[in-house]
């Protein structure tokens, strides 16, 4: 699985989710709507985790554990806010979900992928 082809196009889907969840709360959209986009984000989310750690395990990487770790905070993150939409009002649901940890995402797309892509680019390099 070339890392540019497969691994970069889940990160464009991954960012496109949640521009489609950012609408969807900026459109005012019903709970039920905001819910669902919420569940395929952690859904493809964890298929894209997973897909990404199998290229890891097969490339040899050696910052395998802690990347592995940054994943799994990354879910439980998203996990626990989802439940705590469950417990609150309408504004303060929608004023959450103004901070869902986009940013963070983007940042691991960025630096920790990165540095995935640049190792696996020079491994195959080197071969």
């Known amino acids: ?9 889940q ?3 991954l960012v496109n989710k949640f521009i489609e969840l950012n609408e969807a709360v900026r459109n005012n959209a019903s ?5 669902r986009i919420i569940d395929e984000v952690i ?3 964890s298929k ?8 890891m395990v097969e490339s040899e990487y050696p910052e395998i554990d ?3 770790q940054m ?6 993150e998203a996990l626990k806010l989802k439940k705590k939409f469950d417990y609150v009002e309408e504004d303060m649901f929608m004023e959450w979900l103004n901070h869902w940890p986009f ?9 920790a992928d990165k540095q995935l892509e640049d190792y696996i680019n020079q491994k195959s390099i080197k071969a």
């Open 1 to 9: 699985m070339p890392y540019k082809t497969a691994i970069h196009q």
């Open 11 to 13: 990160h464009v889907e």
């Open 31 to 35: 709970r039920e709507n905001v819910y």
């Open 43 to 45: 859904i493809f989310t």
């Open 48 to 55: 894209h985790f997973a897909d990404e750690e199998q290229l």
């Open 66 to 68: 802690a990347h592995m």
């Open 71 to 76: 994943h799994r905070e990354l879910i439980d």
């Open 103 to 111: 940013g963070r995402v983007v940042a691991h797309i960025q630096y």
